[in-house]
């Protein structure tokens, strides 16, 4: 079994920052990717960015230039600094790891952005 641990949500004024992080533990073969996604009160999931084993990223557009995923790969850990936040990024952030076989979810961390 593979777990995912989020932290670092929270409350922050709009054009604020944040830094999230995702820590991967457990049975962990072979990760194809890894990324973030989030969910607003009454919407869908919808993704926000994602790094590949090769190091590739890709990013919602509503995130792009704002948002940066990147990943310790000795530490089975991805990360996402968020800058210049806006209300609308409002959400419960949540880390997706992908392997061969399946994917996992974490938990999900809140993020708040005030006007």
């Known amino acids: 079994q593979v777990q995912l641990v989020e932290s670092g949500g929270g409350l922050v004024q709009a054009g604020g920052s944040l830094r999230l992080s995702c820590a991967a533990s457990?049975?962990?073969?072979?990760?194809?990717?890894m990324g973030w996604y989030r969910q607003a009160p009454g919407k869908q999931r919808e993704l926000v960015a994602t790094i590949i084993r090769g190091g590739s990223t890709n990013y919602a557009d509503s995130v792009k230039g704002r948002f940066t995923i990147s990943r310790d790969n000795a530490k089975n850990t991805v990360y996402l600094q968020m800058n210049s936040l806006k209300p609308e990024d409002t959400a419960t952030y949540y880390c997706?790891?992908?392997?061969?076989?399946?994917?996992?979810w974490g938990k999900g961390t809140l993020v708040t952005v005030s006007s």
């Open positions: 997706k790891l992908d392997t061969q076989l399946r994917g996992y």
């Open positions: 457990g049975s962990i073969f072979s990760i194809n990717a």
